[in-house]
């Protein structure tokens, strides 16, 4: 059962975060390739979400499921977009990093950026998702921890946020 999410219900978890962006590596088999012989492009947006979850995972110690479970918390996202570069094929591993963007009041907005051997960089993108309470899908503050978390995690990014600091 969902419980209502305030933001009063928090996850603290306090850890070492590695430097740099986040680096999410992602297997492209042969079911994941169209006609044309490359990624059929609707898996990339699924892909970024993967990776996506995992940073927030890595960042804050809970993931989407367990947020909007058990925190009362929703994420979704109000705006993605990708800029394709290269082809993706099954030959390498896809590694997808992320990086914070922007922290707002109640949104969050992450930069992702494939790259594949030999290509290189595949696709750049923005993911913007707005935080909620689960139960009521109204807005709510980003959770005092989480923020805190997701502040560190940009600092030590290696890349400034669009606003020039987390506000």
Same mark, same amino acid.
């Given at each position: ?10 996850? +603290?978890?306090?850890?070492?975060? @590695? ?19 490359? *990624? ?17 995972? *890595?960042?804050? $110690?809970? $993931? ?5 479970? +058990? ?39 992450? *930069? ?7 290509? $290189? ?34 600092? *030590?990014? $290696?890349? @400034?946020?669009? +606003?020039?600091?987390?506000?």
């Amino acid at each position: 059962m969902k419980v209502a999410g305030d933001g009063s219900k928090d996850f +603290d978890f306090d850890h070492e975060l @590695p430097p740099g962006p986040f680096r999410h590596a992602v297997t492209v088999g042969w079911g994941d390739a169209d006609p044309a012989q490359i *990624a059929y492009t609707a898996n990339i947006p699924a892909w970024c979400l993967e990776a996506l979850e995992a940073w927030m995972k *890595a960042c804050t $110690g809970v $993931g989407w499921y367990e947020m909007n479970i +058990d925190l009362g918390v929703g994420t979704p996202f109000v705006d993605i977009a990708n800029s394709f570069q290269a082809p993706i094929t099954p030959r390498q591993p896809l590694l997808i990093e992320v990086t914070v963007a922007r922290i707002g009041r109640s949104s969050l907005a992450c *930069a992702l950026e494939g790259f594949q051997e030999p290509a $290189g960089r595949c696709f750049s993108g923005r993911y913007t998702c707005a935080f909620v309470d689960s139960v009521r899908v109204k807005p709510i503050a980003i959770p005092k921890r989480m923020r805190a978390n997701i502040a560190r995690f940009a600092t *030590a990014q $290696g890349r @400034p946020l669009e +606003d020039g600091g987390a506000s």
